[in-house]
């Protein structure tokens, strides 16, 4: 599992687990957890999305707010991960 960090003006420096990661009509996607442990059964995963523009030398992933945005997103995962249950 790939370990990224990110940096948020609330908390500094941030560390996540990248679960899986795809493409959705031209915008990257990201979910990650906070923790690493695989056989946590009820791990808390977010969806993040790169609101970078495309010349930028670094992404900028931001919280998947929207509740329909978060929904279809959820479920292109859900397919990708088909051994995981994704709950809202």
Do not use: H, P, Q
Not at 21 to 42: A, F, H, P, Q
């Amino acid at each position: 599992m790939e370990k990224i960090m990110f940096e948020t003006d609330e908390e500094g420096l941030v560390e996540f687990f990248v679960l899986e990661e795809t493409r959705i009509n031209g915008i990257n996607y990201l979910m990650v957890t906070e923790s690493d442990d695989d056989g946590d059964d009820e791990a808390v995963a977010y969806i993040l999305k790169d609101t970078s523009a495309a010349a930028e030398a670094e992404a900028i992933y931001e919280m998947v707010e929207d509740d329909d945005e978060l929904e279809y997103v959820s479920k292109v995962f859900a397919e990708l991960l088909e051994d995981v249950d994704i709950e809202m």
